[in-house]
């Protein structure tokens, strides 16, 4: 494995050329884009790293996957996907269009309009409340582990996220919102904000490759039905417009973020974890999605074969 890491490193870097890093919000455009890390955590305990696996990014819109998770387990199904979808959008994740139509209900928790709402949901009145919660699921599955969030690009997404914002305030006249707008688009960005290394995130995905139990304390962090359903939105929405061609391509359920990252589910065997801050035009890392690609087809993991 650890040869096969290193060969698909080396070969699938030279595509960050073709990306650039996300400059909408300003602290994230100053990454290097010829970066590119790769984590594996296996179910029965082996560990595999590659390249720039243990290089601190931002967690961005992967954060989704695991607020999502925490929310699940706090207020179960039918209370969540009363106010939001599990359907893809077609759309990209910032899109308004669909919200208006669809009288403020977003299509699934992977847009930002969705992640918006889940995030209302987390409990507490204020932002700071809701992302200590949030925290704390976290820290629960990266054991050991103190996580903190990158103040500069915090404070560039809180200074530069109007569209975020709007989302928010087109949620809450239609009355689907469930707290105050700022506390909910706040402590969204906050969580977007989390630092983590490809090393971290693997590790942290490894319960949704267990049916919801952590394999390495044994401890069930979800439920098995909450474990499918976010597998199930992840291969159809994780990664927005371009799900479809994740779906082509690598075959598992997937996550981007525009700090550069991506994780990935082998169901029943491995969580992997990319980064390689370099994005294509729909925000997915350039290297990370190749470098995704090759590991699939190495190891047969696509469950679509």
């Known amino acids: 494995m ?9 070969k699938a870097r030279g595509h960050a050329r073709r990306g650039r890093p996300a400059s ?6 100053r990454a290097r884009r010829d970066l590119l890390g790769v984590s594996v955590f296996t179910l029965d305990g082996r560990t595999y790293h590659a390249g720039d696996h243990d290089r601190p990014f931002t967690m961005q819109s992967i954060s989704k996957v695991f607020c999502l998770a925490c929310v699940l387990k706090l207020r179960g199904d039918r ?6 979808d599990r359907e893809p959008s077609g759309d990209p994740f910032y899109s308004l269009v669909l919200l208006e139509y669809e009288n403020g209900r977003p299509r699934n928790p992977m847009i930002n309009a969705g992640a918006i709402l889940i995030t209302s949901l987390l409990p507490g009145r204020t932002s700071a409340a809701k992302f200590a919660h949030y925290m704390r699921f976290l820290e629960g599955v990266l054991p050991g582990k103190k996580l903190d969030i990158d103040p500069r690009v915090y404070a560039s997404e809180f200074e530069t996220g109007q569209r975020n914002r709007a989302l928010g305030c087109l949620m809450k006249h ?4 469930q707290s105050a707008t700022e506390d909910a688009v706040d402590a969204y960005f906050r969580q977007c904000s ?7 995130l693997a590790r942290m ?11 390495i304390t044994g401890r069930r962090v979800i439920a098995e039905g909450h474990c499918k359903t976010i597998n199930a939105l992840m291969a159809t929405c994780g990664l927005y417009d371009a799900s479809g061609d994740f779906a082509h391509r690598v075959g598992l359920p997937g996550k981007s973020g525009v700090g550069g990252g991506i994780l990935a589910i082998a169901p029943g065997k491995m969580s992997v974890a990319v980064y390689g801050p370099a994005l294509d035009p729909k925000g997915s890392s350039v290297a990370g999605f190749e470098a995704l690609e090759m590991l699939s087809q190495e190891l047969e993991l696509s469950l679509y074969l």
């Open 2 to 10: 650890q040869e096969i890491l290193d060969r698909i490193v080396a």
């Open 174 to 177: 239609f009355g689907v919102l």
């Open 24 to 29: 909408y919000i300003p602290a994230l455009s």
């Open 194 to 200: 989390v630092r983590v290394t490809c090393d971290d």
């Open 205 to 215: 995905g490894l319960f949704l490759a267990g049916r919801g139990v952590d394999p």
């Open 79 to 84: 209370a969540v996907f009363a106010l939001v």
